[in-house]
T-cell receptor, first 113, second 114 residues
Framework: GESVGLHLPTLSVQEGDNSIINCAYS??????FIWYKQESGKGPQFIID?????DKRQGQRVTVLLNKTVKHLSLQIAATQPGDSAVYFC????????????FGKGTKLSVKP | DTGVSQDPRHKITKRGQNVTFRCDPI?????LYWYRQTLGQGPEFLTY????????KSRLLSDRFSAERPKGSFSTLEIQRTEQGDSAMYLC????????????FGNGTRLTVT
């Protein structure tokens, strides 16, 4: 079936470097995408979202890029900090406003001091 | 901060027992979702309520699982005759009434079936 997946299961970066986490999605009808951060023992925490009519959106230290042509989503974290260490999930919204989110498997980000 | 609240945080039960989890969504959110997450995996959709109506159920939700939201506020998820394969984190999330927006998740209930 169609699913959201990630290219890399783990990513290790040096503190202060930029991080890029990638995600491939396969459902062309998905209209909304979200990145979540999940720390151990906690629920997913919203980071940033983007609608399908956009290709870039920036937040505080984070940028999401959407390439609908190749069905690719990425999360860029600037000046990565130890507190950014977590598992990151991309999720796609399928079914419009009454739909639910479909999650990928996640990428574990480790930040080395 | 009145986020999504789940109770209990942890539950250990013996195989064959019934368990019930509770979720209190953000008060103005009429849409409520249950997800299941196993170790190393992303959350998997189980079911969705709009107010008190259960509008969608995943095929993951076997006959042993039942969810309710009787007054359109809190929700319960019951698992009957638990199996070891039910061990997982059960996450609840809620969403505002209109439009497409992020789901706000609680911190989950960790179920261990021995």
């Amino acid at each position: 079936g169609e699913s959201v997946g990630l290219h890399l299961p783990t990513l290790s970066v040096q503190e202060g470097d930029n991080s890029i986490i990638n995600c491939a999605y396969s459902n062309s009808a998905s209209d909304y995408f979200i990145w979540y951060k999940q720390e151990s023992g906690k629920g997913p925490q919203f980071i940033i979202d983007i609608r399908s009519n956009m290709d870039k959106r920036q937040g505080q230290r984070v940028t999401v890029l959407l390439n609908k042509t190749v069905k690719h989503l990425s999360l860029q974290i600037a000046a990565t900090q130890p507190g950014d260490s977590a598992v990151y999930f991309c999720a796609e919204n399928y079914g419009g406003s009454q739909g639910n989110l479909i999650f990928g498997k996640g990428t574990k980000l480790s930040v080395k001091p | 901060d009145t986020g999504v609240s789940q109770d209990p945080r942890h539950k250990i039960t013996k195989r064959g027992q019934n368990v019930t989890f509770r979720c209190d969504p953000i008060s103005e959110h009429n849409r409520l979702y249950w997800y299941r997450q196993t170790l190393g995996q992303g959350p998997e959709f189980l079911t969705y309520f709009q107010n008190e109506a259960q509008l969608e159920k995943s095929r993951l939700l076997s006959d042993r699982f039942s969810a309710e939201r009787p007054k359109g506020s809190f929700s319960t998820l019951e698992i009957q005759r638990t199996e070891q394969g039910d061990s997982a984190m059960y996450l609840c999330a809620s969403r505002p009434p209109q439009g497409t927006s992020p789901l706000h998740f609680g911190n989950g209930t960790r179920l261990t079936v021995t």
